[in-house]
């Protein structure tokens, strides 16, 4: 019986992994870098975050980008204090594009509060010790474009901030998100030609999403191994959005494709954010978080995720 298409891509993944397996074991000595995105638990203390994710063996975090105001969002002295506590480090921080601060606007009030949130954001994250700041070039929850011109207004106002990615050491992560969330910079291939639009070493990395991804791309791994050394988090959840381990998801080829592409190394994160199924997941970030539900969705795919890579790597 013939391969599938998608089979035949899966295969040539496998074997590259496994060549490099074979003739350089050296390369996987070290495991890829488990990390959590914690704006998806919900109104909680950061300690109570810390806690669950302490249990699970968790040592970094994607902080919650909620500096939406000058008096909003964490305190990084009493932030360090909390992790340290716990023996966790940040990874990055996940920012947070709605229509109040969408680069792309077509009302310059919000792309003004687009510029001022990621300047606070960029002295927060290089305050805690992140790697990154996750930069969303159109609002989620907006599916409509605004006009043809989103695209270029977006580069335009991300160039005045670019500056501030290298003078504070933090690496502008894009994220490309399914179509159903935003209205453009859907695939990885979309998210380098406007890397390329903005034309500046402070805007030169990616945040990938595997949920995205599945509607969004040909092939997940194949999309990786596109995004090359641009990737610097990857985004993860099963196929329906939950806990790893809970839908369809071919992980095996997720972590090969990573495997071959070196991401087991400092200053590159895999980081599950599973935030369910729906159109804009935004509202997460506000909802009362089921303390057993999330034990159990950090517990299993945090164990779930280890063994398959231990299972590829053994």
């Given at each position: 019986m013939s391969l599938q298409n998608f089979e035949v891509k899966n295969k040539e993944i496998r074997?590259?992994?496994?060549?490099?397996?074979?003739?350089?074991?050296e390369q996987f000595k070290q495991r890829l870098n488990f990390s959590?995105?914690?704006?998806?638990?919900?109104?909680e203390t950061l300690t109570e975050t810390a806690d669950r994710l302490e249990q699970a063996g968790i040592r970094y975090i994607e902080l919650h980008g909620n500096h939406y105001g000058s008096n909003l969002g964490y305190n990084a002295k009493e932030t360090l204090a909390v992790l340290d506590q716990h023996q966790i480090q940040v990874s990055g921080v996940c920012g947070m594009f709605s229509v109040d601060n969408d680069l792309s606007s077509n009302r310059a009030f919000q792309r003004q509060a687009a510029v001022d949130y990621i300047k606070r954001e960029l002295e927060f994250t290089a305050a805690v010790g992140g790697t990154y700041l996750l930069i969303v070039p159109g609002a989620v929850g907006r599916p409509h474009a605004y006009d043809q011109m989103e695209f270029d207004r977006s580069v335009e106002t991300l160039q005045l901030?670019?500056?501030?990615?290298?003078?504070y050491h933090i690496k502008a992560a894009i994220e490309p998100i399914r179509s159903a969330e935003t209205s453009f910079i859907h695939t990885i291939a979309e998210a380098q030609a406007y890397i390329k639009a903005v034309d500046h070493p402070g805007v030169q990395h990616i945040n990938a999403d595997v949920y995205h991804m599945q509607v969004e791309e040909s092939h997940i791994g194949k999309?990786?191994?596109?995004?090359?050394?641009?990737?610097v988090n990857l985004h993860m959840a099963d196929s329906n959005r939950g806990a790893l381990g809970d839908g369809s998801l071919d992980l095996d080829t997720v972590i090969m494709a990573l495997y071959i592409l070196g991401f087991n190394r400092e200053g590159r994160y895999f980081t599950p954010e599973p935030l369910g199924p729906g159109g804009d997941p935004y509202p997460a970030m506000y909802g009362k978080p089921d303390k057993r539900s999330l034990e159990r969705l950090v517990q299993q795919s945090v164990t779930y995720f280890r063994t398959r890579e231990e299972a590829l790597l053994k």
């Amino acid at each position: 019986m013939s391969l599938q298409n998608f089979e035949v891509k899966n295969k040539e993944i496998r074997n590259a992994f496994l060549e490099i397996k074979q003739n350089h074991p050296e390369q996987f000595k070290q495991r890829l870098n488990f990390s959590w995105s914690n704006w998806g638990f919900g109104i909680e203390t950061l300690t109570e975050t810390a806690d669950r994710l302490e249990q699970a063996g968790i040592r970094y975090i994607e902080l919650h980008g909620n500096h939406y105001g000058s008096n909003l969002g964490y305190n990084a002295k009493e932030t360090l204090a909390v992790l340290d506590q716990h023996q966790i480090q940040v990874s990055g921080v996940c920012g947070m594009f709605s229509v109040d601060n969408d680069l792309s606007s077509n009302r310059a009030f919000q792309r003004q509060a687009a510029v001022d949130y990621i300047k606070r954001e960029l002295e927060f994250t290089a305050a805690v010790g992140g790697t990154y700041l996750l930069i969303v070039p159109g609002a989620v929850g907006r599916p409509h474009a605004y006009d043809q011109m989103e695209f270029d207004r977006s580069v335009e106002t991300l160039q005045l901030v670019a500056d501030l990615f290298v003078d504070y050491h933090i690496k502008a992560a894009i994220e490309p998100i399914r179509s159903a969330e935003t209205s453009f910079i859907h695939t990885i291939a979309e998210a380098q030609a406007y890397i390329k639009a903005v034309d500046h070493p402070g805007v030169q990395h990616i945040n990938a999403d595997v949920y995205h991804m599945q509607v969004e791309e040909s092939h997940i791994g194949k999309a990786l191994l596109a995004a090359g050394e641009q990737l610097v988090n990857l985004h993860m959840a099963d196929s329906n959005r939950g806990a790893l381990g809970d839908g369809s998801l071919d992980l095996d080829t997720v972590i090969m494709a990573l495997y071959i592409l070196g991401f087991n190394r400092e200053g590159r994160y895999f980081t599950p954010e599973p935030l369910g199924p729906g159109g804009d997941p935004y509202p997460a970030m506000y909802g009362k978080p089921d303390k057993r539900s999330l034990e159990r969705l950090v517990q299993q795919s945090v164990t779930y995720f280890r063994t398959r890579e231990e299972a590829l790597l053994k």
